[in-house]
């Protein structure tokens, strides 16, 4: 499979229906995201190649790692890209199905970041009756990827690696319509947070109970506990309703 246009990597890269969708899962980036790889948020011209298998799977990829424009060409044509390369395997027997990828992502160097390369381990496993649970996570090191003098040093990734771990009920309390879910993250911040003020690990947590209502209507209740920037444990409640409506 082939595709090329302008791409969004994070929907390209260690995709997975446990994460990576802040509408309907989790809302914390640390999880929803990658806040310590910048591949994920990379929107530009590219293009993406997958060879699937029944058991493994491989794909190789770039994209303007510096897009502006709405179709950049000019951008695209500097040379500052990012290139990813992906492999994962898939094993399962019965009810029981595990999923194990790795992903290296290169950064050129742009306007306003230096080099950057970055590793992430992801994997997946689901068990019972019919994929009633599943376990999963990911990790992600990170090396380069400053500001570049005269950039804003903030504009970095907060965290120079991270993860987190987490599990999910796929048909609460026997309903098809309902979905529980809970994940632990941690991330390591970089020098610039240190300085900052942050000098010391981000740890957090976050659960979700979504209700699918309809085909179209889903209501979902989260709360998110992290360590501030007082090192106190702090809460946060969220409540989503969504309406999707398909033409």
């Given at each position: 499979?082939?595709?090329?246009?302008?791409?969004?990597?994070?929907?390209?890269?260690?995709?997975s229906d446990?994460y990576a969708?802040?509408?309907?899962?989790?809302?914390?980036?640390?999880?929803?995201?990658d806040r310590a790889?910048?591949?994920?948020?990379?929107?530009?011209?590219g293009?993406?190649?997958?060879?699937q298998?029944?058991?493994?799977?491989?794909?190789v990829?770039?994209?303007?790692?510096?897009?502006?424009d709405?179709?950049?060409?000019?951008?695209l044509s500097?040379?500052k890209?990012?290139?990813?390369?992906?492999?994962?395997?898939?094993?399962?027997?019965?009810?029981?199905?595990?999923?194990l990828?790795?992903?290296?992502?290169?950064?050129?160097?742009?306007?306003?970041?230096?080099?950057?390369d970055?590793?992430?381990?992801?994997?997946?496993?689901e068990y019972?009756?019919?994929?009633e649970?599943?376990?999963?996570?990911r990790?992600?090191w990170r090396n380069?990827?400053?500001?570049?003098p005269?950039n804003?040093?903030?504009?970095?990734?907060?965290?120079?690696?991270?993860?987190?771990?987490?599990?999910?009920?796929?048909?609460?309390?026997?309903?098809?319509?309902?979905?529980?879910?809970?994940?632990?993250?941690?991330?390591?911040?970089?020098?610039?947070?240190?300085?900052?003020?942050?000098?010391?690990h981000?740890?957090?947590?976050?659960?979700?109970?979504?209700?699918?209502?309809?085909a179209w209507?889903?209501?979902?209740?989260d709360i998110?506990?992290m360590?501030?920037l007082?090192?106190?444990?702090?809460a946060?409640?969220?409540?989503?309703?969504?309406?999707?409506?398909?033409f």
């Amino acid at each position: 499979m082939i595709t090329a246009g302008k791409l969004f990597m994070g929907n390209f890269v260690l995709s997975s229906d446990y994460y990576a969708a802040n509408t309907t899962g989790f809302m914390n980036r640390a999880v929803s995201n990658d806040r310590a790889g910048r591949y994920f948020d990379i929107l530009g011209l590219g293009m993406q190649a997958r060879w699937q298998q029944e058991g493994w799977y491989a794909s190789v990829g770039f994209a303007d790692a510096k897009a502006e424009d709405e179709f950049d060409f000019d951008s695209l044509s500097d040379g500052k890209l990012v290139w990813t390369g992906e492999f994962g395997v898939a094993t399962g027997w019965g009810d029981q199905r595990s999923e194990l990828a790795l992903m290296v992502a290169s950064f050129d160097q742009t306007d306003e970041f230096r080099e950057e390369d970055s590793v992430s381990l992801a994997f997946q496993h689901e068990y019972g009756t019919s994929a009633e649970h599943a376990l999963y996570g990911r990790y992600t090191w990170r090396n380069g990827g400053k500001v570049r003098p005269g950039n804003n040093a903030k504009n970095e990734l907060p965290t120079k690696q991270g993860g987190f771990f987490g599990w999910r009920w796929n048909r609460a309390f026997s309903q098809a319509n309902q979905q529980i879910a809970v994940a632990g993250f941690y991330g390591e911040m970089n020098e610039t947070q240190r300085i900052a003020g942050f000098d010391r690990h981000q740890y957090g947590a976050e659960t979700y109970w979504r209700i699918d209502w309809t085909a179209w209507a889903s209501l979902t209740f989260d709360i998110q506990l992290m360590k501030n920037l007082e090192d106190d444990w702090e809460a946060i409640p969220g409540l989503r309703l969504k309406f999707t409506w398909v033409f």
